[in-house]
């Protein structure tokens, strides 16, 4: 079975620019969630998104929004891209919401703004 | 609000030595706890986590690690290390109940083992 899938896996752009990540959840799993993982530093978490509804959000700017769509994919949108925001993105999964579910992890999108 | 402290960035440690990476969170709440590892240039990878029962947890490569509600601690072991085990590590909190389900990270610790 195919994990969390993410597309593009590296990009680059320049700021002020937009930028759309796409994930792609375990076949199944109605929970997606984003993480942003600036160099050196552990995860943090961005949105939550289950049956299509926002179902958490972390201390991030407006300037960051998600959506899902009924096929329970998710898409990331930053706008205003600052050079802080590079990094890497990355999208889990989970059946549900519970806490106590495994999250899966993709192998993220490295975003580079210059 | 939740929090994990990992103590150490950096572990180097011999082939076929034992290893502890560190891991205190801070909580008002009781927590699920999970360790999470990270091999270059992939995502992360549940090792292992504590939802609740035995303070002690397995994974199915040797690691281990322990709940310490009192030390409010999650330290994560292995008797013996491979050079496989070469990757970065990250223990993460989540609550119980929180509505959505939200993993609190550490920033990491590096575990570089030397043949």
């Known amino acids: 079975d195919a994990g969390v899938t993410q597309s593009p896996t590296h990009l680059i752009k320049t700021r002020g620019q937009q930028v759309t990540l796409r994930c792609s959840p375990i076949?199944?799993?109605?929970?997606v969630s984003w993480y942003q993982q600036v160099l050196g530093q552990g995860p943090q978490f961005i949105f939550q998104?289950?049956?299509?509804?926002?179902?958490g959000r972390g201390n991030f700017p407006d300037r960051f929004s998600a959506r899902q769509f009924p096929n329970y994919s998710s898409e990331l949108n930053v706008n205003a891209l600052l050079l802080g925001d590079s990094a890497l993105y990355l999208c889990?999964?989970?059946?549900?919401?519970?806490?106590?579910?495994?999250?899966?992890f993709g192998e993220g999108s490295w975003l580079t703004v210059v | 609000a939740q929090s994990v402290t990992q103590l150490d960035s950096q572990v180097p440690v011999f082939e076929e030595a034992p290893v502890e990476l560190r891991c205190n969170y801070s909580?008002?709440?009781?927590?699920?706890l999970f360790w999470y590892v990270q091999y270059p240039n992939q995502g992360l990878q549940l090792l292992l986590k504590?939802?609740?029962?035995?303070?002690l947890v397995k994974s199915i490569n040797g690691f281990e690690a322990e709940f310490n509600k009192s030390q409010t601690s999650f330290h994560l072991r292995k008797p013996s290390v491979h050079i496989s085990d070469t990757a970065e590590y990250f223990c993460?909190?989540?609550?119980?109940?929180?509505?959505?389900?939200?993993?609190?990270f550490g920033k990491g610790t590096k575990l570089s083992v030397i043949p």
């Open positions: 076949s199944g799993h109605k929970s």
């Open positions: 504590y939802l609740s029962g035995s303070t």
């Open positions: 993460a909190v989540s609550e119980p109940g929180a509505g959505s389900y939200q993993l609190t």
């Open positions: 909580s008002s709440v009781s927590v699920y």
């Open positions: 889990a999964s989970s059946l549900d919401r519970s806490p106590g579910n495994t999250i899966y």
């Open positions: 998104y289950y049956e299509k509804e926002e179902r």
